[in-house]
């Protein structure tokens, strides 16, 4: 039996990665900067929200990205943003099959949904990545400024003239990627 401190602990542990999935739906997913002398020391964001799709200064990115002929952003243009609350509804059920699967010492079936889990949350990184990519190779010809298709930053920073461009998972994503990564702990000490 265990003892009473330990045995808080155990269970703080094996319930810690789905309280860490619950919020996550109301924070931001992904968050973009961009920056140019003509700002100064304010910088643009836009912001990818779960529930509400995109926001932040998209009407000044907007115009900035029609003169070097980038498309526009918004929650028409990104479409696929109407399916992110279906996924994180996913992650949550995924999240109580398996800690209720891991609880009850069914192994199999919280190793199966811990799987999926961290395929879905390498899904949405996968994503990010190649929607800015696709982003950044689209480029309008005849646009007032010519700029070059650029690999875009995924995570960090990035210059494309005189623009500056940080991109960087933001609160959702870092619970949905550490939610399993505490859960694949857990599995493994209650597997040894």
């Known amino acids: 039996m265990k003892s009473g401190g330990k045995k808080v602990i155990f269970y703080f ?3 810690l ?7 996550s739906p109301l924070l931001p997913l992904w968050s973009f900067q961009l920056n140019a002398p ?7 964001t836009v912001v990818v929200h779960p529930l509400w ?5 998209l009407q000044e990115i907007n115009i900035v990205n029609h003169y070097v002929g980038l498309g526009r952003i918004g929650n028409e243009e990104i479409q696929e943003i109407a399916y992110l609350p279906y996924v994180y509804l996913l992650s949550i059920f995924l999240a109580i099959l398996s800690t209720a699967a891991f609880h009850l010492k069914k192994m199999r079936l919280g190793k199966l949904s811990l799987s999926l889990r961290i395929l879905l949350v390498l899904s949405l990184y996968l994503y990010v990545y190649l929607w800015l990519y696709n982003y950044t190779h689209t480029i309008t010809p005849g646009a007032a400024i010519k700029i070059e298709p650029f690999d875009p930053p995924f995570i960090g920073e990035h210059r494309v003239a005189n623009f500056v461009i940080r991109s960087f998972p933001d609160l959702s ?3 949905l990627t550490a ?3 505490i859960e694949l ?5 209650l597997t040894r």
Request: glycine share 10%; aromatic share 16%.
């Open 173 to 175: 994503l870092a619970l």
């Open 53 to 57: 799709g995109v926001s932040g200064d």
């Open 17 to 23: 990665p789905l309280l860490l999935v619950i919020p």
């Open 179 to 181: 939610s399993p990564l």
């Open 38 to 44: 003509l700002y100064g020391q304010k910088w643009l």
């Open 185 to 189: 702990f857990n599995a493994y000490r």
């Open 13 to 15: 542990m094996l319930f």
